[in-house]
T-cell receptor, first 114, second 115 residues
Framework: GENVEQHPSTLSVQEGDSAVIKCTYSDSASNYFPWYKQELGKRPQLIIDIRSNVGEKKDQRIAVTLNKTAKHFSLHITETQPEDSAVYFCAASSFTGTASKLTFGTGTRLQVTL | NAGVMQNPRHLVRRRGQEARLRCSPMKGHSHVYWYRQLPEEGLKFMVYLQKENIIDESGMPKERFSAEFPKEGPSILRIQQVVRGDSAAYFC?????????????FGPGTRLTVL
């Protein structure tokens, strides 16, 4: 089955700096890669996703890149703000015409300091 | 458009009791997933259901756990004879299926505590 590894497990940046979180996956059939943000005690919230037919996607301060050959994808947050502090999870899924489960990474705790 | 609903939000059970968790998907969504999150850990897939069908239960423990998504009403995750190790947050997610590339939206979770 799919295995997703995520690094780093913790990340501390100063406000205004950029943050990068990296994930690798094992199943070459995976073709959908979402990122979730989870604040303490809250639900995971989908913040951005990318499909395997795209190499990069951007939404304001958030961008995701995908390298299918190397089987890795990354989340980039620019101009970080204190409200970006949370745990971020990457995930992978193989969509084959019917929906399928997400396999999650172990999470990155991002702390944005003033 | 209401999001994914789960109840109860918090559930306390004693060892040996049954826990019943409910999930109502977003309007128009016909696919439901259950995930378990242990403290300080990631989310682990348990089961994927469509109306009246279990599609994938590869993450469900073989004993004591069951799930259903009836034609009418919410999806239910049932844990019989709970043990302390069942204490976790249980999240349900829904997706519309079809061409939506499996975008899954999560409910607020049920935090189960087993005494």
């Amino acid at each position: 089955g799919e295995n997703v590894e995520q690094h780093p497990s913790t990340l501390s940046v100063q406000e205004g700096d950029s943050a990068v979180i990296k994930c690798t996956y094992s199943d070459s059939a995976s073709n959908y890669f979402p990122w979730y943000k989870q604040e303490l005690g809250k639900r995971p919230q989908l913040i951005i996703d990318i499909r395997s037919n795209v190499g990069e996607k951007k939404d304001q301060r958030i961008a995701v890149t995908l390298n299918k050959t190397a089987k890795h994808f990354s989340l980039h947050i620019t101009e970080t703000q204190p409200e970006d502090s949370a745990v971020y999870f990457c995930a992978a899924s193989s969509f084959t015409g019917t929906a399928s489960k997400l396999t999650f990474g172990t999470g990155t705790r991002l702390q944005v300091t003033l | 458009n209401a999001g994914v609903m789960q109840n109860p939000r918090h559930l306390v059970r004693r060892r040996g009791q049954e826990a019943r968790l409910r999930c109502s998907p977003m309007k128009g969504h016909s696919h439901v997933y259950w995930y378990r999150q242990l403290p300080e850990e990631g989310l682990k897939f348990m089961v994927y259901l469509q109306k009246e069908n279990i599609i994938d239960e590869s993450g469900m423990p073989k004993e004591r756990f069951s799930a259903e998504f009836p034609k009418e009403g919410p999806s239910i995750l049932r844990i019989q004879q709970v043990v302390r190790g069942d204490s976790a947050a249980y999240f349900c997610a829904s997706s519309p299926g079809g061409r939506s590339y499996n975008e899954q939206f999560f409910g607020p979770g049920t935090r189960l505590t087993v005494l």
